[in-house]
């Protein structure tokens, strides 16, 4: 069975740096309550993807009057991403692990290797 993907499945495959996003939502509640004429503006056209479906998912809404007749209303919503440090998957902390122990090892090899120099005069 293929998994479903979350917002947070989104958010890593796109490897965006820790920031905050914000995803512009806009819509139409028309004259029978119906969202209509979905559009978003993000950083990046699956996370424009991702709020169009999550406003598709909104129940039918009492329309808008006007003088006792129904109108269509327009909105917009903006979606609030936040992307933490916390939210890296442990193969992505593995690697950042393993980055940072290279970079030890190899900072302690060269002092070693100095101190050598400095002891055998090579």
């Known amino acids: 069975m293929k998994k479903k993907k979350n917002r947070a499945d989104i958010l890593e495959e796109l490897n ?3 920031r905050r996003i914000t995803v512009f939502s806009f819509f139409k509640v028309d ?5 209509i004429e ?15 479906r999550v406003i598709t998912l909104l ?5 808008g009057y006007t003088n006792g007749k129904p109108i269509i209303i327009p909105y917009s919503i903006p979606i609030y991403l936040k992307i933490d440090e916390t ?4 193969k992505k902390k593995a ?3 393993s980055e940072t122990t290279t970079k030890k090892n190899q900072k302690e090899s060269i002092i070693n290797n100095y ?5 055998k005069g090579l």
């Open 59 to 63: 129940p039918k809404m009492k329309p």
């Open 115 to 119: 101190a050598l120099f400095l002891i």
């Open 95 to 97: 690697k950042k692990i």
């Open 31 to 35: 004259k029978k309550g119906n969202v």
């Open 16 to 18: 965006l740096p820790p």
């Open 87 to 90: 939210r890296l998957t442990k």
């Open 38 to 52: 979905i559009k978003a503006k993000g950083p990046h056209p699956k996370l424009e993807e991702e709020a169009i």
